[in-house]
């Protein structure tokens, strides 16, 4: 699936009532290897930074889609936990290369709507929401290509 078809369809999703989490992890069903309502129960109390205005939804659900892509699944297996760790504290980073914060509220309630990437201008995405989850998007496949 190309970039811009994933990030459509998780924008779809997010626009018919997922939440952020949801919206992402979803979009990346495949990789995750489960069905859309699994992955939907699961991380529906992410939205909204844990319904406490916390880490970001987006970042949430993408913090999934790399813990399927690269599972620490034997707790004696500690190169797995390291790898799947240094995936994620990636993910962070680059987050923070184009956001100010990983923290919901902190970015929700941002004055102006942050800078959207082209991918998201194409698309005609301008809510900030909406920006933060076509990011993840973005990020995630530029992570999962550099395999």
């Not at 992890?25 to 991380?43: H, K, M, N, R, Y």
């Not at 923290?103 to 990437?117: F, G, K, Q, V, W």
Request: aromatic share 8%; with cysteine; charged share 25%.
């Amino acid at each position: 699936m190309e970039t811009i078809e994933r990030a459509q369809l998780a924008w779809d999703y997010h626009r018919t009532g997922y939440n952020c989490a949801q919206a992402v992890a979803c979009a990346f069903s495949d990789v995750i290897g489960l069905p859309l309502e699994q992955i939907a129960a699961l991380t529906g109390a992410f939205g909204g930074g844990f319904r406490a205005g916390e880490i970001c939804g987006a970042i949430s659900g993408a913090a999934m889609v790399l813990g399927a892509r690269w599972p620490h699944d034997d707790p004696r297996d500690m190169k797995a936990k390291s790898f799947v760790s240094k995936k994620v504290m990636a993910f962070q980073k680059r987050f923070l290369e184009r956001f100010p914060a990983m923290c919901c509220r902190e970015i929700r309630d941002l004055p102006t709507p942050p800078e959207a990437s082209p991918l998201a201008v194409q698309l005609g995405i301008t809510k900030s929401c909406d920006i933060y989850i076509v990011s993840a998007v973005e990020l995630l496949e530029e992570m999962l290509a550099e395999e």
